[in-house]
């Protein structure tokens, strides 16, 4: 089967959606389709570009990416939330060389195949990695809290406080007609939790969907014997938090439970510092962006994982990580959270933002070591749901399912 994938981010710019569809285009390759990928152009790579794994890399210059005001960061210049004419002018020429059966999108950038889906003559899935079909945001955040839903009038002052008044009222009223095409367009949505699923209102809206989860390569669990030299600077015995350091990530709840704590081993945080306080309680370690092998050496050499976040994490695959390594995780009981860990199996669940509840989990586990070890065997059990030989052949299920239907 000729399968393409619509990223907007891909190689060399890898997060952890960007990271997913890497691996699911190499185990793709890998079980014997035809892969591509379309991406939008960064500068400094090439136009079309083949990877070692048989994956072949389009790169598409859009009309907005030109437009370096529009976007905080210079390197992640986002596709919106309509089509962009060079973007659909790119993907019609891709199209036309690739001839893909399928076409599986993972964000925005969905936006400028729809209008030649049917001209494509492809079957159209699409990934939902987080709340963008319904949040000009994608993260179902009002005022720092759960949005309890979309309305016009509050999708319009949240999206232009967050990306000022211009871009976020045409964000907003970009949404709400790109989610209404999508709906009607799609052949079968792909959520990576209940909780995408449900914000997201699929079921409400009667369209084809089904929940899959993000998953884990089959070989995640496995050191490479090169330890980079970094990770000579972890403490001999660490609670270990991965992710970006900001308050949507629960960075200063649990800071505020750490601080606590008495008599507790050291917290090691790893990732961007990007909100954080000046000062940091004794005995915690922060270290900045590291490589994903030496990101695996600290989940395999800590005690246990916390990630308290204070969002909706659809899908959060740092936890998947950290279970295949044999270690449980803190975390909470919103988002896709639920989904992976089981609490009391494979680790424990709390409310977010509330420190009281963090501490008292954290107390737990380090009182309890047994638990540990018990939680950390289990975790380990059931992580293969969550790797590519478990979830792989389910979405290929989903292209052969789409396909036939198609065809008909």
Known sequence: MRILLLAQFYLPIIGGEERHVRNLATTLSRRGHTVGVATLWVPGTCDTETTHDNVTIYRIKGSLQRLSGLFVEHERRHAPPFPDPEVVAGLR?????????????????????????????????????????????????????????????KCWHCAATHYGTIKGIVTALSIFASAHFARRTVDKFLAVSRSVARRNRLAEFGVNHEVIPNFIPDNVGELNPDIEPCVGQLPAEYILFVGDLTRLKGI????????????????????????????????????????????????????????????LDACP????????????????????????VIDGSTGLLIPPNDASALRNALEKLLTERESIARMGQTSLERIAEFKAG???????????????????
């Open 390 to 408: 478990s979830v792989v052949p389910r979405i290929e299920h989903v292209y052969h399912t789409v396909a036939s239907t198609c065809s008909v």
């Open 252 to 311: 200063p709840v649990l800071l505020d439970a750490y601080a606590g704590l008495k008599d507790a081993p050291p917290l090691v945080l790893i990732g961007r510092p990007m909100d954080i306080p000046d000062t940091l309680p004794p005995n915690v370690y922060q270290f900045g962006t590291w490589s994903h092998q030496a990101i695996m050496y600290a989940w395999h050499n800590c005690l246990f994982g916390v990630a308290p976040s204070a969002g």
């Open 317 to 340: 695959t740092v936890i998947m990580e950290a279970m295949a390594c044999g270690k449980p995780v803190v975390s909470t009981n919103i988002g896709g959270a639920p989904d992976i």
């Open 93 to 153: 020429r891709i199209v036309t060389q690739f001839k893909p059966d399928v076409v599986h999108a993972h964000n925005w950038l969905v936006n400028s195949f729809l209008p030649l889906k049917s001209w494509s003559g492809a079957s159209l899935v699409v990934t939902l990695h987080d709340y963008s079909l319904i949040c000009p945001k994608k993260n179902l955040m009002h005022v720092g809290k759960v949005c309890g839903g979309p309305h016009m009038a």
